[in-house]
């Protein structure tokens, strides 16, 4: 192949491999939407329970933790974001169901930095030494 010819056949073997409508999108800059939790800690999460966060454009936080609604603010510099301090209701629910709300607050407290997963299309939220915390998908 000749060199400089990569630059006509990518785009012709994209457009064979993809679906039509397909679009290949950029890598995201910043963590914000609305995103559903996938995994706490490597634990999993609870079937039909939805803990979910929702970050907004001016860094303020909203969502649930399966039983209590939370909110507070979250700080995002690059690819380093902090979340809190963060307030919630105070309802109570079934053990399970607070079980794994209190993991998941306990989780983003403690989350030091964010990636977006291309591959999966997942938002992945790291701790202080690069460990994933909790993985969410995209609502």
Same mark, same amino acid.
């Given at each position: 192949?000749?060199?400089?010819?990569?630059?006509?056949?990518?785009?012709?073997?994209?457009?064979?491999?993809?679906?039509?409508?397909?679009?290949?999108?950029?890598?995201?800059?910043?963590?914000?939407?609305?995103?559903?939790?996938?995994?706490? #800690?490597?634990?999993?999460?609870?079937?039909?329970?939805?803990?979910?966060?929702?970050?907004?454009?001016?860094? #303020?936080?909203?969502?649930?933790?399966?039983?209590?609604?939370?909110?507070?603010?979250?700080?995002?510099?690059?690819?380093?974001?902090?979340?809190?301090?963060?307030?919630?209701? #105070?309802?109570?629910?079934?053990?399970?169901?607070?079980?794994?709300? #209190?993991?998941?607050?306990?989780?983003?407290?403690?989350?030091?930095?964010?990636?977006?997963?291309?591959?999966?299309?997942?938002?992945?939220?790291?701790?202080?030494?690069?460990?994933?915390?909790?993985?969410?998908?995209?609502?």
């Amino acid at each position: 192949m000749k060199q400089g010819a990569s630059h006509i056949l990518l785009p012709l073997i994209a457009a064979l491999v993809l679906p039509a409508g397909t679009a290949v999108a950029a890598s995201p800059t910043s963590p914000a939407g609305r995103w559903l939790a996938e995994d706490i #800690r490597g634990g999993g999460v609870i079937d039909y329970l939805q803990s979910v966060l929702e970050i907004a454009g001016d860094g #303020r936080i909203s969502g649930t933790g399966g039983c209590n609604r939370i909110m507070g603010k979250a700080r995002v510099e690059g690819a380093t974001i902090t979340l809190g301090p963060l307030a919630t209701t #105070r309802m109570a629910c079934s053990p399970a169901v607070m079980d794994q709300e #209190r993991k998941f607050l306990a989780a983003l407290e403690a989350v030091r930095s964010w990636r977006i997963d291309t591959v999966r299309h997942k938002l992945v939220l790291l701790g202080a030494k690069g460990e994933t915390l909790v993985v969410l998908a995209r609502m």
